[in-house]
């Protein structure tokens, strides 16, 4: 039975439908890699601060090594294509991690690799996912694909970290990076269903690519939004990481908790990034982009601090202020994702997407891997505890 849809809906387009059933499939099979990881560092190899620093910069330190170069080689291919490839690197790395475990050599600098093949995956994917969406919806659907989008991968995160928590009790954590394998491979198949007549731009028309790398970069810089929201958003994202990576050390080994109901404080989350998405256009259209921005901001402060809150109350305490916590700061963060990716993707020419896109992931990802190297010095010298208490 077909879903009914609105003629206003991006799921009227057959192409966005094949697009948003691959997402919803990586995206069921990233929140198994979300526990799994951690899960594997923490619990299998013992991981210290300073090891869940080095794993986490692994993860983010592409956007910071390639990420500009990404956004150049992007605007000169076809964005489809490039998802693509990036979805089929993503899986072969991802079933390196079970195959090694049952070889029993599988060691901790094993994830930091894995980790950079899959980041330098993810930043190609990424850049021409944000790029690409504007090419295969009309404008005026731009913003409902991105809630369409958005919703699914809330709704993934409602039951896919209890499932995995809950799998973790019977089968080995390096088993359930299949899945995420399984839904990458899934998503491969169905983007290469999708036609569109998207074309690469033209050999005679392109420049030197640092000169159009330059050109992303002073079109972020000449719009007045766009430098507040790439501010905002890297101070943000440096103090968040700071917390959530230590955040699996502290719940698994300082308070104790099963890996199990770490499984359901993620899905606590979900339940606020699914209000998130349903709720994200209303709220810009009701308060304006700008307000809606610095609201989210200042929401998302507010659950932030609750991780710091749940590491000094008793135990009976501990794990409904995590679930409360993740609850608000997933809907602030989405609410705040949702409204700035949209006015970007609204402000910026075609041409530039992509390039616009790495220049500002260049310098919102790109402070992560800093942070999380931060994250686990401070972590080994005050304590996770500390650390995270004081990451925002």
């Known amino acids: ?87 089929a690197v993503r899986a072969v790395a991802i079933c390196a991690i079970p195959v090694l475990w049952s070889m029993g050599i599988l060691a901790v600098w094993h994830l930091y690799v894995i980790a950079g093949l899959i980041g330098v995956a993810t930043v190609f994917f990424d850049v021409g996912y944000q790029s690409y969406l504007p090419i295969l919806v ?9 809630g369409v989008l958005e919703g699914t991968a809330q ?14 009790t019977i089968v080995a954590a390096p088993w359930l990076m299949l899945i995420n394998a399984v ?3 899934c998503s491969a198949v169905l983007l290469g269903g999708i ?32 430098r507040v929201l790439v501010t905002s958003t890297m101070l943000s994202n440096l103090g968040s990481t700071v917390i959530f990576m230590l955040l699996t050390l502290v719940v698994l080994r300082d308070l104790g908790l099963a890996p199990e109901l770490l499984g359901v404080v993620f899905s606590a989350g979900a339940v606020g990034g699914i209000a998130g998405a349903l709720f994200a256009s209303r709220i810009s259209e009701r308060l304006g982009e700008g307000p809606s921005l610095r609201a989210s901001t200042l929401l998302g402060t507010v659950g932030v601090a609750g991780f710091a809150v749940a590491a000094y109350l008793p135990s009976a305490g501990v794990l409904p ?17 949702m409204v700035q990716v949209t006015a970007r993707q609204r402000l910026c020419p075609p041409p530039l997407l ?19 190297l931060l994250a686990g010095w401070c972590g080994g010298l005050l304590g996770a505890p500390v650390t995270s208490s004081s990451g925002r």
């Not at 691959?22 to 090891?51: C, K, N, Y």
């Not at 202020?321 to 994702?337: G, I, K, P």
Request: net charge positive; glycine share 10%.
């Open 354 to 372: 992509g390039r616009m896109n790495a220049s500002i992931r260049f310098v919102v990802w790109g402070v992560m891997p800093i942070a999380a």
């Open 195 to 226: 036609r569109d007549d998207e074309r690469p731009r033209p050999v005679g028309e392109r420049q030197r690519l640092l000169v159009e790398i330059r050109e992303g970069i002073a079109f972020v810089v000449g719009q007045p939004l766009l």
């Open 155 to 168: 709704i993934a995160r409602l039951g896919g970290p209890s499932v995995a928590g809950a799998l973790l």
């Open 183 to 185: 839904g990458f491979a």
């Open 1 to 87: 039975m077909s879903v009914p849809v609105s003629p206003g809906s991006p799921l009227v387009n057959p192409g966005f439908r094949l697009l948003w059933g691959g997402q919803a499939l990586s995206q069921v099979g990233f929140q198994f890699q979300t526990l799994a990881m951690p899960v594997i560092a923490v619990t299998l190899l013992h991981a210290t601060e300073a090891d869940m620093g080095f794993l986490n910069a692994a993860n983010t330190a592409a956007f910071l090594l390639v990420g500009l170069l990404a956004g150049g080689w992007v605007d000169r291919m076809r964005k489809r294509q490039v998802m693509i490839v990036a979805d």
């Open 138 to 146: 009309p404008s005026e659907q731009v913003g409902r694909a991105n």
């Open 321 to 337: 202020t995590l679930m409360a916590a993740e609850c608000t700061t997933s809907l602030a963060v989405v609410v705040f994702n």
